[in-house]
Structures are given as structure tokens and as C-alpha cells.
T-cell receptor
Framework: AQSVSQHNHHVILSEAASLELGCNYS??????LFWYVQYPGQHLQLLLK??????LVKGIKGFEAEFIKSKFSFNLRKPSVQWSDTAEYFC????????????FGKGTLLTVNP | NAGVTQTPKFQVLKTGQSMTLQCAQD?????MSWYRQDPGMGLRLIHY???????DQGEVPNGYNVSRSTTEDFPLRLLSAAPSQTSVYFC???????????????FGSGTRLTVV
């Protein structure tokens, strides 16, 4: 069965600091990987996704993630965070083939102080 | 507007009451699913469906029923609500036939359910 582990429960940064949120997955085959963001009181929005090809994926709002197959990782990065990035971030994995179930990590709450 | 529509947005139930959470999508997505979101637990899969007439259990199916009579609709039923079912519920869908790599999952805006 597929699973996702997010290392940090709560990250607190100051504006302009760099961000890296860890995500490791467990699945033996081909995977699709996602990062979602949830702003307070809102539903999930897709930040970026990896299906195949270039392991460095660029998403919206200046976020990017790198798929490292040998480490089963898909860490999210942003060089300079803003106060408006305060939100909860979820990593998710979908096993390939005919398996369409999307499995989420427990989330990382990011607080950016002005 | 194309997307996933969930109703109601908010609901308060008494223990033992039943209700149905509605989910509808107009994108002709074959796959639909229900999640519950609880603090510190992320989103956990309740039930999913790969097409009309086909449903299966996810990670936390107890206390919930689903059916899929049409491609568009995937209602979630609570037969006898319990306080442990207090949560935010999200519906999500995606294509499965000829999925271009650019397709992903579309989420509804959620239903916040409180069981007292």
C-alpha cells in the first residue's frame, strides 16, 4: 500500500526566508506526486505535480519540487516566502497504472511572520 | 462553471441522525472519491468509485455508504451519525480514460459537518 510521510508538522519562518518541506513516499512502482496547499478556511489547491520527465517541477506562486527516485522523496521548495504563503501544505502520492487512489501526508502548517 | 460541487457547505447533526452529502462534477470524470480531513491527520480516503455502478472502500469506510448511479454524482451517506464523524469532507475527481499527463485531481470546496 502507498503511504506518505511529511517530516515537519509546523514550520515557522520570517518573510524572505527560504523554505523546504520534506515529503517521502512509500510505493514500489511508478508514482505520480502532488503538492497541495490549503489556505485558512479554504479547500485544497494544486501547487504542482510530477507525472514523468524532468524531476524538477515548477508550480504556481514560485514553488518548485524535486523528485528524487532513489530517496523516494518529493520535497517542496521556495527561495523566498511571503506572509501570504501562510497555509497548510499537503504532499500526496498516486500509485501508477489503474490505481487512482490519492494518498495524502498529514500536512505541514507553515506560518510566515511579517 | 466546470468543477466539483459539494452541498451543503455546513451541517449540524444530532447523534443518530442520517444525512447525505452531495457531490457532483460536470467534467465527465470517471473517478470520484470522498475524503475526510481532521486536524493533524491530513486527508483520509473514505470511499471511491472508478465509474458508474462501481464503488470500493478506502482507508476509513466505517459508518459511511456510497453509491454511483451516474457518472456525475457520488453521494456520501451517514446512516447514523456519531460525534467521531465530525470533520470536513472533501470530494475529488479525475479522469481515468486517456489521461493526459497534465490532468490532476479536482477538489470540491468541502462540507463542514458537526455531530452533537
Amino acid at each position: 500500500a502507498q503511504s506518505v510521510s511529511q517530516h515537519n508538522h509546523h514550520v515557522i519562518l520570517s518573510e524572505a526566508a527560504s523554505l523546504e518541506l520534506g515529503c517521502n513516499y512509500s510505493y514500489g512502482g511508478t508514482v505520480n506526486l502532488f503538492w497541495y496547499v490549503q489556505y485558512p478556511g479554504q479547500h485544497l489547491q494544486l501547487l504542482l505535480k510530477y507525472f514523468s520527465g524532468d524531476p524538477l517541477v515548477k508550480g504556481i506562486k514560485g514553488f518548485e519540487a524535486e523528485f528524487i527516485k532513489s530517496k523516494f522523496s518529493f520535497n517542496l521548495r521556495k527561495p523566498s516566502v511571503q506572509w501570504s504563503d501562510t497555509a497548510e501544505y499537503f504532499c500526496a502520492v498516486r500509485g501508477g497504472g489503474s490505481n487512482y487512489k490519492l494518498t495524502f501526508g498529514k500536512g505541514t502548517l507553515l506560518t510566515v511572520n511579517p | 462553471n466546470a468543477g466539483v460541487t459539494q452541498t451543503p457547505k455546513f451541517q449540524v447533526l444530532k447523534t443518530g441522525q442520517s444525512m447525505t452529502l452531495q457531490c457532483a462534477q460536470d467534467m465527465n470524470h470517471e473517478y470520484m472519491s470522498w475524503y475526510r480531513q481532521d486536524p493533524g491527520m491530513g486527508l483520509r480516503l473514505i470511499h471511491y468509485s472508478v465509474g458508474a455502478g462501481i464503488t470500493d472502500q478506502g482507508e476509513v469506510p466505517n459508518g459511511y455508504n456510497v453509491s454511483r448511479s451516474t457518472t456525475e454524482d457520488f453521494p456520501l451517506r451517514l446512516l447514523s451519525a456519531a460525534p467521531s464523524q465530525t470533520s470536513v469532507y472533501f470530494c475529488a475527481s479525475t479522469r481515468t480514460r486517456d489521461p493526459p499527463p497534465s490532468y490532476g485531481y479536482t477538489f470540491g470546496s468541502g462540507t463542514r459537518l458537526t455531530v452533537v
